[in-house]
């Protein structure tokens, strides 16, 4: 029947899942393996370099799986009446090192807003993945433009604009698939779990984008009038 067949195919998109996050993993548990096997074999000889490998390693699982964690379902409590401002502010101000280093700046826009009903961690989690994202695809430098406006009665616009190198149109589709990445040590989780998130808080969001011009990605979230 036709539920047999819905809960068949999710079941193997968990199986998808699990075999990515496996693999993902599994790699830097065998290079760690390998480099104890190395340090058990040179009769107590631990080089500094062996250590500084083998630590990179152990921070990438680290990084994989704190990202995995964020999709853990969360609970009903954590939902709290937030100002957007607050929330674009603190991560601004958090990402405002990496941007300078980089050339970068990072402009926001608002004009006077509802609250928010969210949990907080991870809204601001959202913002850092898609400015993070900004800044890499920005080597060489510009602006970052941030703008949060009221699309309408209910409905919070938050739009972020980077210059950076842009996305190809038919790779566009693939952002949000777990661990898709185009860089060298990217773990090609961020948008993933930033798709979850907002669709956790009944959000949605596009991304459009143009090579050598940049990227825009738009997102909409439910306001809460306060009477
Ligand atoms: P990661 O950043 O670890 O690669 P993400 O899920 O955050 O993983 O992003 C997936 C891919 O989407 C990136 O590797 C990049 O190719 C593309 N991407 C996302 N945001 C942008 C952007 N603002 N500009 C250019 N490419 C982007
Ligand atoms: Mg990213």
Redesign the pocket.
């Given at each position: 029947t036709e539920r047999k067949l819905v809960k068949s195919e999710k079941l193997s998109a968990v199986g998808q899942l699990s075999a990515s996050i496996a693999h993902e993993i599994r790699n830097p548990l065998t290079a760690l393996k390998g480099f104890l096997q190395l340090m058990s074999s040179s009769e107590g000889k631990v080089t500094v370099s062996y250590l500084e490998v083998m630590s990179k390693e152990i921070e990438r699982i680290e990084l994989i799986t704190g990202e995995l964690l964020l999709l853990a379902k969360p609970q009903a409590h954590h939902f709290k009446l937030e100002n957007i401002y607050g929330i674009i502010e603190h991560v601004t101000a958090l990402l405002k090192s990496q941007a300078l280093m980089n050339s970068i700046e990072i402009k926001v826009m608002y004009e006077e807003l509802p609250p928010i009903r969210c949990i907080v961690n991870q809204i601001k989690q959202v913002f850092i993945?898609?400015i993070?994202?900004?800044i890499?695809?920005m080597p060489s430098g510009g602006e970052i433009t941030v703008n949060l406006k009221k699309k309408n009665k209910n409905t919070l616009f938050i739009q972020i604009a980077?210059q950076?190198?842009?996305?190809p149109e038919d790779?566009i589709e693939n952002?949000?698939i777990p661990f898709?990445?185009?860089?060298q040590r990217?773990?090609?989780?961020?948008?993933?779990t930033t798709l979850k998130i907002i669709e956790v808080h009944n959000g949605t969001m596009d991304i459009s984008?143009e090579i050598g011009k940049g990227?825009i990605?738009n997102i909409y979230l439910p306001m809460y009038s306060l009477i």
């Open positions: 993945n898609i993070k994202n900004a890499e695809s980077d950076g190198c842009g996305i790779l952002i949000g898709y990445t185009t860089k990217g773990t090609g989780l961020g948008m993933m984008s990227t990605v």
